[in-house]
T-cell receptor, first 111, second 113 residues
């Protein structure tokens, strides 16, 4: 969707290196989310944010941290990437009763 | 905690066949329910959603879903599928008193001409 931009779109990194994925929105939505998608697991919630500097853990938060210093940006950091974190990462935003909007995804490969 | 189960992992149909994909959720309160579709190589798109009111919800591309509260179910249906419906379908639930959208594991649908 035009209101959400994820960067980078693709990344290959080495085990043990830090990685930061960025989600940028132009819709001024309060809620933002990071999911990972893996075959057989669907989408699993990693972390979410309900406002600037307000974040909480999701289902699979171990090994990930997030930050939200501005309404429009939600960063996901892998402090020390592992092969098990190879996945497709989706960002989403929510605006009240209108449901959720998803970004185009970031394909991360950890070698 | 809320959870979602999709029992059909892989469904194969011929064009014009009818479709029903199962979705059951677990949550001890009011829920908002969603079906999303993901075409190959693309991101998720909303098919339909239920917040309140008529339990039979109509979405895009001829899809509909029925919320049956007593069965904790929100099954997706389409009377006649097309080859272009080949995709992965995800059911999701958002409990009223939570900020989280939780997904099922998805159903891969293949439609053959």
């Amino acid at each position: 969707d035009a209101g959400i931009t994820q960067s980078p779109r693709h990344k290959v990194t080495e085990t043990g290196t830090p990685v930061t994925l960025r989600c940028h929105q132009t819709e001024n939505h309060r809620y933002m989310y990071w999911y990972r998608q893996d075959p057989g697991h669907g989408l699993r919630l990693i972390h979410y944010s309900y406002g600037v500097k307000d974040t909480d853990k999701g289902e699979v938060s171990d090994g990930y941290s997030v930050s939200r210093s501005k309404t429009e940006d939600f960063l996901l950091t892998l402090e020390s990437a592992t092969s098990s974190q190879t996945s497709v990462y989706f960002c989403a935003t929510r605006a009240g009763i209108h449901g959720y909007t998803f970004g185009s995804g970031t394909r991360l490969t950890v070698v | 905690a809320q959870s979602v189960s999709q029992h059909n992992h892989h469904v194969i149909l011929s064009e014009a066949a009818s479709l029903e994909l199962g979705c059951n959720y677990s949550y001890g309160g009011t829920v908002n329910l969603f079906w999303y579709v993901q075409y190959p190589g693309q991101h998720l798109q909303l098919l339909l959603k239920y917040f309140s009111g008529d339990p039979l919800v109509k979405g895009i591309k001829g899809f509909e879903a029925e919320f049956i509260k007593s069965k904790f179910s929100f099954n997706l249906r389409k009377p006649s599928v097309q080859w272009s419906d080949t995709a992965e379908y995800f059911c999701a639930v958002n409990g009223e008193n939570t900020d989280k959208l939780i997904f099922g594991t998805g159903t891969r649908l293949q439609v053959f001409p």
